[in-house]
C-alpha cells in the first residue's frame, strides 16, 4: 500500500543552522506530495506542495523538489528561526483513492536561540 | 488563511457519555475529511465524504459515526465514549481529490 517515511525526530538546531527533513514515499499511482506543519495547540496548515515529477514547492523560506526517481521530497531550510519549533508533517495522496492523505510519523523540530 | 472551524476545540467527559464534535466550513468544498491523531502524532483518516449524503469510512476502524446533511456540516459523533477515545480529531476539507486540504484547529478530547 502506499505510505510516508519520515526522518525521525525530535530535531534540534540552533538558530541560523540549515535545515533538512527527509521524507520518501511509495505509492501504486502518481502521487501529489506535501508538507504540512502544526504549531503547537493547532492543527495543520500546509507550507508547500508538489504535484508532478521535478516540481519544487517553497514557501516561508522553506523548499522541497519531488524527485522521482528516488521517490522522495526533502524538506529544506537555510536558516532557520526559534519561530520554525513545530512538527512537520510529509504526506502524499493520489487521485482516485478517495482523496485521502497518508502521513509520515511527523519529526519535531526545535530550534534554540 | 482557511474557513474551517470546529468546536468545541476541548472536552474533557465521562464514560459512556453521547458527544459530537462540530466541523464546519465556508469554503464550498464538496470533499471533507475527519483525521484521528495519537499522542505519538501519526494522524489516520478514520472517516471522510465526497459531498451531501455521502459517507465512507477511511483507513483506521473507528466507533464514531458522521453525517453530511449539508455541505458545510460534517458532524462526528461517539455514542458512548470510552477512555480509548481520548485523541485529537482534526476536520480538514478540499475541492477535489488530490487538492490541497485545509485543516481545522482540531479538537482534543479527554475521556475520563
Known amino acids: 500500500g502506499d505510505s510516508v517515511t519520515q526522518m525521525e525526530g525530535p530535531v534540534t538546531l540552533s538558530e541560523e543552522a540549515f535545515l533538512t527533513i527527509n521524507c520518501t514515499y511509495t505509492?501504486?499511482?502518481?502521487?501529489?506530495l506535501f508538507w504540512y506543519v502544526q504549531y503547537p495547540g493547532e492543527g495543520l496548515q500546509l507550507l508547500l506542495k508538489?504535484?508532478?515529477?521535478?516540481d519544487k514547492g517553497s514557501n516561508k523560506g522553506f523548499e522541497a523538489t519531488y524527485r522521482k526517481e528516488t521517490t522522495s521530497f526533502h524538506l529544506e531550510k537555510g536558516s532557520v528561526q526559534v519561530s520554525d519549533s513545530a512538527v512537520y508533517f510529509c504526506?502524499?495522496?493520489?487521485?482516485?483513492?478517495?482523496?485521502?492523505?497518508?502521513f509520515g510519523q511527523g519529526t519535531e523540530l526545535s530550534v534554540k536561540p | 488563511e482557511a474557513d474551517i472551524y470546529q468546536t468545541p476545540r476541548y472536552l474533557v467527559i465521562g464514560t459512556g457519555k453521547k458527544i459530537t464534535l462540530e466541523c464546519s466550513q465556508t469554503?464550498?468544498?464538496?470533499?471533507m475529511y475527519w483525521y484521528q491523531q495519537d499522542p505519538g502524532m501519526e494522524l489516520h483518516l478514520i472517516h471522510y465524504?465526497?459531498?451531501?449524503?455521502?459517507?465512507e469510512k477511511g483507513d483506521l476502524s473507528s466507533e464514531s459515526t458522521v453525517s453530511r446533511i449539508r455541505t458545510e456540516h460534517f458532524p462526528l459523533t461517539l455514542e458512548s465514549a470510552r477512555p480509548s477515545h481520548t485523541s485529537q480529531y482534526l476536520c480538514?476539507?478540499?475541492?477535489?481529490?488530490?487538492?490541497?486540504?485545509?485543516f481545522g484547529p482540531g479538537t482534543r478530547l479527554t475521556v475520563l
Open positions: 469554503m464550498g468544498h464538496d470533499k
Open positions: 465524504s465526497y459531498g451531501v449524503n455521502s459517507t
Open positions: 480538514a476539507s478540499s475541492f477535489n481529490e488530490a487538492d490541497t486540504q485545509y
Open positions: 508538489a504535484t508532478k515529477a521535478d
Open positions: 505509492a501504486t499511482g502518481y502521487p501529489s
Open positions: 504526506a502524499l495522496t493520489v487521485y482516485n483513492q478517495g482523496g485521502k492523505l497518508i
